[in-house]
C-alpha cells in the first residue's frame, strides 16, 4: 500500500490514540506526521498494518511523555490538556464525534503514569484485548491485567459521567454566558455543586489561578473578581469541546479562552470547571 494510502487510512485513527496519550492536539499531530514521514519499510511485508502502526504510535507517545515530564515539573499553573473546538452551527462529522474522548476523562488521565495511561487508553477506548496490548508494550499479558485494575481502582471515584441530556448542558452554558455578559453570577452559582473545583490553565503566559480553587463560594469569589477585571470581554460561543458543549471565548478575531464543564452524577450541577486560555493551546482553533 503507497504512503498516501495508508496515510488517509490510519491517520485519524492513530491520531486518536495519540491525542487520548498526550492530551496535546498539536503533540498528537507531529507525533503521527512524523510516523508517516520516517515510515520506510516493505509494507506488505507486516500482516496487521493496524496493529503495527499503534504499536508505533504508542510508543512515541510513551517516550514523548516520558521525555516531557521536567517540562511539566516547571509548568506554571495547572496543566490542562489542549480542547478540540467545533463550531456548533457547522454540521460535526461523524467520525470527529465517535473518535472524541470527553474533555473530563483527558483531565483524568493525566493523574496517570505514561505506561498507565498506554494500558488504560488501549484498553478503555479501544477494547484491545490483554495480548494485543502486551504486544503493543512488550510486557506480559499479567502485568498488563494488574497495571489496568490498579488503574481502575485509582481512577473509581472519578471517573466523569457523560451527559444524556444534552438540553441541560446546553442550558448550563447558556447560563454561564448570559453570567459573563451581565456579570451577574448567581444564577451560574446556583448550579454549582457544594465541592465545586475551578481549575484555569494560562501557562504562565495569561493571568490566571496558579491552585484549583475549591467550593461553592471561593468559585464564585474568583468569577466575579475576574468578570470585574474585563476577563470575559469579548465574544462567547457555544461551541463543541470534545463532543459536549462547551464556550470558546473570541477578542480581535483570536481565540481567548475555552471554558467547558463535567458534571455530578446525577447529571444536573456543576462539579468541574476547566478553563483553557493559554494561547498555545488555543493556536489550532479555526476562527470562522
Given at each position: 500500500?503507497?504512503l498516501a494510502k495508508?496515510?488517509k487510512t490510519y491517520?485519524?485513527?492513530?491520531?486518536?490514540?495519540?491525542?487520548?496519550?498526550?492530551?496535546?492536539?498539536?503533540?498528537?499531530?507531529?507525533?503521527?506526521?512524523?510516523?508517516?514521514?520516517?515510515?520506510?519499510?516493505?509494507?506488505?511485508?507486516?500482516?496487521?498494518?493496524?496493529?503495527?502502526?499503534?504499536?508505533?504510535?504508542?510508543?512515541?507517545?510513551?517516550?514523548?511523555?516520558?521525555?516531557?515530564?521536567?517540562?511539566?515539573?516547571?509548568?506554571?499553573?495547572?496543566?490542562?490538556?489542549?480542547?478540540?473546538?467545533?463550531?456548533?452551527?457547522?454540521?460535526?462529522?461523524?467520525?470527529?464525534?465517535?473518535?472524541?474522548?470527553?474533555?473530563?476523562?483527558?483531565v483524568l488521565l493525566?493523574?496517570?503514569?505514561?505506561?498507565?495511561?498506554?494500558?488504560?487508553?488501549?484498553?478503555?477506548?479501544?477494547?484491545?484485548?490483554?495480548?494485543?496490548?502486551?504486544?503493543?508494550?512488550?510486557?506480559?499479558?499479567?502485568?498488563?491485567?494488574?497495571?489496568?485494575?490498579?488503574?481502575?481502582?485509582?481512577?473509581?471515584?472519578?471517573?466523569?459521567?457523560?451527559?444524556?441530556?444534552?438540553?441541560?448542558?446546553?442550558?448550563?452554558?447558556?447560563?454561564?454566558?448570559?453570567?459573563?455578559?451581565?456579570?451577574?453570577?448567581?444564577?451560574?452559582?446556583?448550579?454549582?455543586?457544594?465541592?465545586?473545583?475551578?481549575?484555569?490553565?494560562?501557562?504562565?503566559?495569561?493571568?490566571?489561578?496558579?491552585?484549583?480553587?475549591?467550593?461553592?463560594?471561593?468559585?464564585?469569589?474568583?468569577?466575579?473578581?475576574?468578570?470585574?477585571?474585563?476577563?470575559?470581554?469579548?465574544?462567547?460561543?457555544?461551541?463543541?469541546?470534545?463532543?459536549?458543549?462547551?464556550?470558546?471565548?473570541?477578542?480581535?478575531?483570536?481565540?481567548?479562552?475555552?471554558?467547558?464543564?463535567?458534571?455530578?452524577?446525577?447529571?444536573?450541577?456543576?462539579?468541574?470547571?476547566?478553563?483553557?486560555?493559554?494561547?498555545?493551546?488555543?493556536?489550532?482553533?479555526?476562527?470562522?
Amino acid at each position: 500500500m503507497e504512503l498516501a494510502k495508508l496515510y488517509k487510512t490510519y491517520q485519524p485513527f492513530l491520531f486518536s490514540i495519540a491525542y487520548r496519550m498526550l492530551g496535546s492536539v498539536s503533540d498528537a499531530e507531529d507525533i503521527v506526521h512524523d510516523l508517516f514521514l520516517q515510515l520506510k519499510l516493505e509494507t506488505d511485508q507486516i500482516k496487521d498494518m493496524k496493529a503495527y502502526l499503534a504499536k508505533v504510535t504508542t510508543n512515541r507517545c510513551l517516550n514523548f511523555l516520558n521525555s516531557s515530564r521536567k517540562r511539566r515539573e516547571i509548568y506554571t499553573d495547572p496543566w490542562l490538556p489542549e480542547p478540540r473546538v467545533h463550531q456548533t452551527e457547522q454540521p460535526l462529522d461523524k467520525v470527529l464525534i465517535d473518535e472524541t474522548v470527553s474533555y473530563a476523562f483527558l483531565v483524568l488521565l493525566d493523574q496517570l503514569s505514561p505506561v498507565e495511561r498506554a494500558v488504560f487508553v488501549l484498553r478503555e477506548a479501544f477494547a484491545y484485548d490483554y495480548g494485543d496490548i502486551a504486544r503493543i508494550l512488550e510486557k506480559t499479558e499479567v502485568n498488563c491485567r494488574k497495571i489496568y485494575s490498579r488503574t481502575k481502582r485509582k481512577l473509581k471515584n472519578d471517573m466523569p459521567v457523560y451527559p444524556e441530556n444534552t438540553e441541560h448542558v446546553d442550558l448550563l452554558a447558556k447560563t454561564f454566558i448570559k453570567a459573563s455578559m451581565t456579570r451577574n453570577f448567581e444564577g451560574f452559582i446556583d448550579i454549582l455543586t457544594d465541592d465545586v473545583v475551578l481549575v484555569t490553565d494560562g501557562g504562565g503566559k495569561v493571568i490566571s489561578a496558579l491552585n484549583p480553587i475549591v467550593n461553592k463560594q471561593r468559585v464564585s469569589a474568583f468569577l466575579k473578581g475576574i468578570s470585574a477585571k474585563g476577563s470575559f470581554i469579548g465574544g462567547l460561543l457555544p461551541v463543541m469541546v470534545n463532543g459536549q458543549r462547551g464556550i470558546l471565548q473570541v477578542k480581535d478575531g483570536q481565540p481567548t479562552k475555552v471554558i467547558c464543564f463535567e458534571l455530578d452524577s446525577e447529571q444536573r450541577n456543576i462539579r468541574k470547571i476547566f478553563i483553557v486560555s493559554n494561547p498555545d493551546k488555543l493556536k489550532h482553533i479555526l476562527i470562522p
